[in-house]
């Protein structure tokens, strides 16, 4: 099917379930919407259409019906932002806002999308991404936002407000189940102790078996399990003063993520066929790949266990005119994880319980007035950021016998005459001694456990900052905002290194390749150097690195806003986003591709792992109006962004390393339709065309990324609908019905070294999700059906060349050769729940 079909097939499914309730008797009722969106983007409760910024906000109901219980869910409910997981949900989840976001595959770099959580701002993505109490609403705001937030962000905010204590007694509670042996609960009690006193109480808990197959060993990956315990007491101190405790303590355990076989490359094939027959799976010759087959190495998992723990007081007070909100928090996130790195049952190499520890201490502080036409805020901000992460990447069982057969098998390939004359050994017994070839000697012996001992890794962050968001009236209708930020942040690196490689140490010696004439022979030696000396286990690089950034940057917007009648506005902004420099938490990011050949070793210094701050400039004209006579709004955003010195962390076939890139830009058009012509019947639409690409050639070691190349995870085109429609029955009783929508045009998952051949792209796809419930119209209980991906539709959540299974460009120009994996999404999952409220 066509995408313009496609594209008219999902507008037309949502148009005739529309066309239920839309009719012109229902248009006259007269619900005015745009009064019951209240949002706190800007410091202060305001109607969302009187917010001159592009902030969406999604109600409590309907995050409840669209199955929300993690960020990653809001996907489906927003057009404008995305939450995926590549190779781990804890350090490998990323969030972008038009297009615009940082790799998440390393945790010494901030999110570009900050996250905050009752105001609480959470260091990382994946520290965010705990299972989540019932709430209030989301609001998410697209552009840098530095003057609002007690943490600075250059791309957008995501800001969580959850439900509170409340003085009259209440309790719920629901179970649920799904496919996969999924079983979930949830409950919940809130009522006052005494008349100036409320607490809260929620309880979650929620379990499923994977969806991918690992055929070699007969198990489930992509397992999740956890639990959220979370109390609250609201103490009314006085009048005119509040105070919110939160407390907060998650669990989640699982095994993520696990990688398919997209594409099995002609020449890393006919290795494994020669050498190790059966341990690549062929999608050609096997399943296909919405079967989600994978091979997985003895022995070896993808086991994710993080714990996410905090207290936090909010502090409102009425001083008399001036608004004080101090909003203090203790978070504490650890994890670990390991994980087959070598993505097949080779046992080739695997992570040993990578630990990445979080511990922040913050404290914000806000004033807010008004003094004749000045709607003001000043507030100041202090944060101490503890980073701490111990990486262990070690040899498998499998590992001297891999490098043989790939030392065999190239020679065999590349030296003139064939390398069967010289190589008599039988790979895996003993050390191939190909370099002997060119003037070397026999390498020792790789032994299964070797590698990274312990990789400690320490960042300590300060940051304090001063900010200022004031909304000026001009005159009745126009609104002049300013605000300015000034932000002062330090990082001090303390890093230890320790790694295991005796083939490496001597490869480094006596036995370094020197250089050679035929081109062809140099490459295959410097592959041959890199799978014995791979970044990750490098010992060039063990020792004590000590680094230290000091940075002092303004940030700021301005806008106007001018109200041309009671429902319609119009605005034009400018702001200057910052997200702060800093250090790669990675042993292999000290060597980028042109420092991995034996004719360029360079002794590693900080400076080769750290990365500079990276600056936003956006420029936005937006419309926000109500339509219908007020039965539905509808707001518009054009906008333009230019980032400098855009940090991208990129994965070369062998390791991650970072790069600035000059300049990134992001440009396009949103559009935002909420109608409500009836009591019972709800309609959303968002279309989102963005742009976001490359505006200078790029080099990355020996790969150049052309001007105009887009980013990656960046369709052209992003549609999102929904529908609530309640429906009287019998009896009392009511039926609900809920439909949710995700469109996207084709695009691709990885930049560099992507796989030519598009199998890790995306074509067009459409996810639909669905809940029908029927209760009583009092909303005492329901019994749901709910199902997600309902057309069971696959795509590529993320793509990457297999480490050390991907050959160089000189060798595989059409990269045809290579091995390249997926991570799949998930398939359709049907179940049914139960709740109750009293």
């Known amino acids: 099917m066509s995408s313009k079909k496609k594209f008219g097939w999902f507008l037309l499914g949502g148009a005739s379930i529309a066309a239920m309730g839309l009719a012109p008797a229902a248009v006259a009722q007269e619900a005015d919407v745009s009064d019951e969106i209240v949002v706190t983007a800007t410091g202060r409760a305001s109607a969302i259409q009187d917010v001159p910024i592009a902030v969406q906000a999604i109600g409590g109901e309907t995050l409840e019906q669209a199955g929300v219980e993690n960020l990653l869910d809001l996907n489906q409910v927003t057009p404008t932002m995305r939450i995926g997981s590549g190779q781990s949900t804890t350090s490998g989840t990323i969030a972008s806002i038009r297009g615009i976001g940082t790799g998440a595959d390393n945790p010494g770099f901030e999110s570009a999308v900050g996250f905050f959580i009752d105001g609480v701002y959470r260091s990382r993505a994946g520290a965010a991404l705990a299972d989540l109490p019932e709430l209030e609403r989301v609001e998410i705001l697209r552009g840098p936002q530095g003057t609002l937030f007690g943490k600075n962000t250059s791309a957008g905010a995501i800001s969580v407000i959850t439900a509170g204590p409340e003085h009259e007694f209440g309790a719920w509670g629901e179970i649920g189940a799904g496919d996969r042996n999924e079983l979930h609960a949830s409950a919940g009690v809130t009522g006052a102790l005494a008349d100036s006193l409320a607490v809260r109480l929620d309880l979650r808990s929620r379990i499923q078996d994977g969806w991918i197959n690992d055929v070699t060993r007969g198990r489930d990956v992509n397992k999740q399990a956890g639990w959220l315990a979370r109390g609250q007491a609201l103490w009314d101190i006085t009048d005119d003063a509040s105070l919110r405790l939160i407390v907060d303590y998650s669990i989640t355990d699982q095994n993520c993520c696990g990688a398919i076989v997209a594409q099995r490359g002609a020449v890393i094939g006919a290795l ?225 290194l320790d790694s295991t490689n005796p083939a490496c140490d001597s490869l480094r010696g006596a036995n370094r390749i020197p250089a050679l004439t035929l081109a062809a022979l140099n490459s295959a030696a410097n592959t041959l150097f890199a799978l014995a000396c791979n970044a990750v286990t490098n010992t060039l690089a063990d020792g004590t690195h000590t680094g230290s950034r000091d940075e002092n940057e303004f940030s700021g917007i301005t806008s106007l806003a001018y109200h041309i009648n009671d429902g319609t506005m119009v605005y034009g902004s400018y702001s200057r986003g910052y997200k702060a420099g800093g250090f790669n938490v990675d042993r292999s990011a000290f060597f980028g591709p042109g420092n991995l050949t034996p004719t360029a070793l360079v002794l590693p210094g900080t400076d080769q792992i750290d990365f500079e701050p990276e600056f936003t400039d956006a420029y936005e004209l937006g419309l926000k109006t109500d339509i219908f006579g007020g039965v539905g709004t509808l707001n518009a955003a054009l906008f333009y962004q230019v980032i400098s010195d855009y940090q991208n962390n990129v994965f070369s076939g062998f390791n991650f390393f970072t790069q600035n890139v000059e300049e990134v830009t992001s440009e396009g058009v949103e559009l935002e339709l909420l109608l409500r012509p009836s009591d019972q019947l709800t309609l959303t639409g968002g279309v989102l065309y963005n742009k976001a690409e490359y505006n200078s050639d790029t080099t990355f070691g020996t790969e150049t990324i052309l001007a105009g190349t887009r980013l990656t995870q960046n369709p052209d085109y992003t549609v999102t609908a929904s529908i609530n429609y309640e429906q009287p029955l019998f009896l009392g009783l009511v039926g609900n019905l809920y439909l949710n929508g995700r469109y996207v045009t084709d695009y691709t998952t990885q930049t560099l070294g992507r796989a030519l051949t598009g199998v890790t792209d995306n074509n067009e796809f459409a996810i639909f999700d669905g809940r029908f419930g029927i209760g009583p119209d009092d909303g005492r209980w329901s019994a749901d059906i709910f199902v997600r991906n309902i057309a069971d539709e696959y795509y590529n959540v993320g793509g990457f060349g297999a480490p050390e299974r991907t050959l160089p460009a000189a060798l595989d120009p059409t990269t045809a050769g290579s091995n390249y994996l997926v991570y799949p999404n998930e398939p359709r999952t049907i179940g049914v729940s139960l709740r109750a409220r009293y």
């Open 272 to 496: 494994a066929d020669a050498f190790f027959p059966g341990t690549l799976l062929n999608p050609a010759t096997n399943a296909p790949l919405r079967e989600r087959n994978m091979t997985l190495s003895p022995n070896r998992s993808y086991a994710e266990y993080a714990e996410d723990s905090g207290v936090s007081g909010e502090l409102n007070w009425d001083l008399g005119g001036v608004n004080l909100t101090s909003v203090t928090a203790w978070r504490d996130w650890q994890s670990t994880r390991d994980q087959d790195i070598d993505f097949s049952s080779i046992d080739r190499a695997y992570r040993d319980d990578l630990e990445v520890g979080f511990q922040n201490i913050s404290q914000e502080i806000r004033l807010q007035g008004e003094a004749g036409s000045v709607n003001w805020l000043v507030g100041a901000f202090f944060s101490r950021e503890d980073l701490e992460t111990t990486d262990r990447i070690r040899f498998g069982n499998d590992a001297l016998a891999f490098g043989n057969a790939a030392y065999t098998f190239l020679t065999q390939s590349l030296v003139p005459g064939g390398a069967r004359a010289y190589v008599t050994q039988t790979p895996g017994s003993a050390a191939v001694c190909v370099l002997q070839l060119v003037g070397g000697t026999c390498l020792p012996d790789l032994a299964a456990g070797m590698g990274q001992v312990g990789d400690n890794w320490n960042v300590e962050t300060t940051t304090a900052a001063l900010f200022t968001h004031n909304e000026i009236s001009l005159s009745d209708n126009l609104v002049w905002t300013v605000g300015l930020r000034y932000t002062m942040e330090t990082k001090d690196l303390d890093a230890t």
